[in-house]
């Protein structure tokens, strides 16, 4: 039992030991030189990246409903299929409005009768009165004849403009009618955009019947389509109308669509502090669906002369930024601080000075200024 206790005291003392010379750091001119791997510090261009997740919405879109209530005898279209501008797409059952019509144009010829009827009055009246004031003029009728000629052609004057009124209005009437009746077959008749669409969504079916105004299909313009994603205070004074971006969505991992910026709101929403940015988006082969999520990358800025390290390459000490150097011999390193710039694709852009050799990208947690390194030689290699 005694044998096993010191056993086990040797070996936590062992290993507490093996802890405390990894903790400390190597010295220029100590026994051992702690192996790093480095990478070559390069200069070049790097942007200034930034991703914001947003919506596809469709560019356009038109909902269908009739202007008359009634049953729906033939739907034309149904779910994803293109339809044209102008084209009926859905017929109500019209045999009320068949009917009103018919009734409306026999009032209308029964008011036209009345008023050649009223005519052929006043033609009447005007010939009496006319005999009247001869008669009076030969002093054979009296003033009171002529006085009630002259009421009764004044009479049948107001009755032929009443009877006019009445035909204008069984005209009127009947051309209600005959719209009612085109009312009953329901097209797509939207304005703007482009000549053809797609139906994105259908609510009745055929024999349901649906009341004036209410929705029967909805119709979507797919191309060009316009992504909406949303960004804060900090990144909308870097966006502007007509910039290009990068769009990706999981239904296409593999393929990269480009659109430019068409829209910036001028205001923020107060409840999310964000503003809204609409991205118009080339959709000839109508690969992006409207609801679709994607992601949308803008370049917000570029340096086309930077100096750039890997990222795994900085360490942060008491606070500060910085990389450790390799220097010129190549056996020891350098602590250079630094201060952080754009980050794209694992590559950083840093700026200070001493800058120009190479930096560890592996092992620096054990080093400090002027360590001793080994470098492996399959680390001497170019950032990606």
């Known amino acids: 039992m005694l044998v096993l206790v010191v056993a086990g005291a040797l070996v936590w003392i062992g290993n507490d030991r093996v802890e405390d010379l990894a903790k400390k750091p190597a010295r220029r001119g100590g026994k051992g030189a702690v192996p790093v791997e480095v990478a070559v510090i390069e200069r070049g261009p790097i942007e200034h990246r930034r991703t914001f997740t947003g919506t596809l919405d469709p560019k356009a879109e038109f909902v269908v409903a009739p202007k008359v209530s009634g049953r729906v005898e033939e739907l034309h279209v149904d779910l994803a299929d293109t339809v044209r501008r102008g084209q009926l797409v859905a017929k109500l059952d019209d045999d009320e409005y068949v009917q009103s019509v018919a009734q409306a144009e026999a009032d209308f010829l029964v008011a036209k009768a009345n008023l050649a009827e009223a005519g052929s009055l006043l033609n009447i009246a005007e010939r009496e009165l006319k005999r009247v004031e001869k008669l009076r003029e030969r ?8 006085d009630t000629a002259k009421a009764d052609q ?17 005209e009127a009437s009947l051309e209600a009618a005959r ?8 097209t797509a008749g939207w304005r703007g955009g482009n000549d053809q669409r797609v139906v994105a969504e259908r609510y009745v079916d055929e024999g349901e019947t649906v009341a004036a ?21 900090r990144d909308y004074a870097l966006l502007r109308t007509g910039q ?28 999310t502090r964000q503003a809204q940015v609409e ?22 800025d570029r340096v086309e002369d930077a100096i750039i390290v890997p990222e795994q390459a900085l360490v942060r000490r008491d606070g500060r930024d910085g990389v450790f150097v390799v220097a010129g011999d190549g056996q020891t390193v350098a602590w250079r601080e630094v201060e952080v710039g754009f980050r794209q694709g694992g590559r950083v852009q840093v700026t200070g000075d001493g800058l120009n050799t190479q930096v560890v990208t592996l092992g620096q947690q054990l080093l400090e200024d002027s360590s001793a390194v080994s470098v492996a030689e399959r680390m001497h290699r170019r950032t990606p």
């Open 244 to 271: 290009v971006v990068t769009l990706r969505t999981d239904a296409h991992p593999d393929v990269a669509f480009e659109g430019r910026i068409a829209r910036i709101a001028p205001v923020f929403r107060e409840s």
């Open 279 to 300: 991205v118009d988006v080339d959709n000839a082969e109508l690969r992006l669906k409207p609801g679709m999520f994607v992601r949308v990358t803008v370049v917000l």
């Open 213 to 233: 105004n209410a929705p029967l299909l909805r119709i979507v313009e797919m191309n060009p389509i316009t992504a909406v994603f949303f960004v804060t205070e």
């Open 154 to 170: 004044l009479a049948k004057q107001a009755h032929v403009a009443v009877t006019g009124a009445q035909v204008t209005r069984a």
């Open 139 to 146: 002093g054979v009728a009296s003033e009171s004849q002529r």
């Open 179 to 186: 719209i009612r009746l085109g009312y009953s077959k329901i």
